[in-house]
């Protein structure tokens, strides 16, 4: 995809004065607001960067809610569809903090439908067992924590924010996971086989989730001195293997890394070689589930076109019983079709300013 996802109407001019504030904000490990005034690159990074999570977060939905219809029990079927609803939600408080930086939801949906912006690769692979659910929540969800635990910390408040409660929400999703699989492992020989099959399959693809080595990351160090990123990649996967390594323990399960070691000079976990030419594969459109992935995408995008059209006109319909612009001729609320039609006229209009004043 190009650079940007898109324009963001709000090109803000050299202002040295406005640079001046923006630097002491970040200086002082505050947050940059709506209001303020920010660079136009920093502008743009975080609407690529917050819509591509957003993205993931809505494509995120597809591998997993592939199972609900055949989990192995009523209450594996609640837990699985209460997560896929909590990324749907993650997506939606994503879209919003996108939007504060003055791009519009249908460009964001248009640029992920059309398969012109990216979302994250792990979500290119197929589910074809239940442990699958158990590797994703574990590995995939895990990971994320591991990436998202220090943007609760960024320097963009709307996106900060949102990752607070995400994060909550992640924290439960992998604990399902690591619960799924403890079961499997523990089951007959032919379900810890299947757990074992999961893990050596989600293993390699949960790595690459922190993007690129740090040597081929150049836009990181900007993130980073602009305090939207804390950690580099690599800082942030040796992380995410050294608490992979007891919990695989715990799972009686193994890693599929054989040169997986701990350095003891450089205090971290160094992990075997990554197959970067799959990454880059994947990101291209061409891994394994690209293609249905984004077929899925449009058509559920399909499917929701009454609900949108619904909500616009119940909008519109609120707007002109507010005596807003389309308001009816005598400047009054014409009929609302949540109020009773003997409801008299200036009544309503006596509620309605209550209730504006109350706000
Ligand atoms: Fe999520
Ligand atoms: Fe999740």
Do not use: D, K
């Given at each position: 995809m190009s650079s940007t996802q898109g324009g963001t109407g709000q090109e803000a001019a050299v202002d040295p004065e406005g640079q001046a504030a923006f630097d002491a904000i970040i200086d002082a490990d505050g947050r940059i607001e709506p209001r303020d005034w920010m660079p136009d690159a920093y502008r743009r990074t975080l609407v690529r960067q917050i819509s591509q999570h957003a993205h993931s977060e809505i494509i995120g939905m597809q591998p997993e809610a592939n199972w609900i219809t055949r989990a192995p029990s009523l209450r594996r079927k609640a837990i699985l569809m209460a997560k896929v609803q909590d990324e749907a939600g993650h997506g939606l408080y994503l879209y919003s903090a996108a939007q504060t930086l003055g791009t519009s939801r249908d460009t964001m949906l248009n640029q992920l439908n059309t398969g012109k912006a990216r979302y994250s690769s792990i979500f290119n692979y197929p589910t074809p067992t239940w442990a699958d659910v158990g590797a994703i929540g574990w590995l995939v969800d895990g990971a994320a924590i591991c990436n998202q635990v220090p943007l609760c910390r960024a320097s963009y408040g709307p996106y900060a924010r949102a990752m607070i409660r995400i994060c909550k929400e992640e924290s439960f999703h992998q604990r399902q996971g690591f619960e799924i699989l403890l079961t499997l492992a523990r089951g007959t020989g032919e379900q810890r086989a299947m757990a074992q099959d999961a893990v050596d399959r989600w293993y390699w693809p949960s790595l690459m989730m922190f993007g690129p080595p740090d040597g081929d990351s150049p836009n990181s160090a900007r993130s980073m001195a602009w305090k939207i990123k804390r950690f580099s990649n690599d800082d942030l996967r040796a992380r995410f293997v050294g608490m992979l390594v007891p919990q695989a323990e715990a799972l009686g399960l193994s890693l599929p890394d054989p040169d997986l070691r701990y350095d003891d000079a450089a205090g971290r976990w160094i992990t075997g070689e990554i197959d970067w030419t799959e990454f880059q594969e994947v990101l291209a459109g061409?891994?394994?589930?690209n293609a249905e992935r984004l077929r899925r995408r449009n058509e559920a995008h399909d499917d929701g076109a009454w609900v949108r059209e619904a909500a616009a006109e119940y909008a519109r319909k609120q707007a002109m019983s507010d005596g807003g612009p389309g308001a009816g001729p005598h400047g009054g609320a014409p009929a609302r079709t949540d109020a009773p039609a003997t409801e008299p006229r200036a009544q309503r209009a006596v509620v309605g300013q209550e209730g504006e004043a109350a706000a």
């Open positions: 061409r891994g394994p589930m």
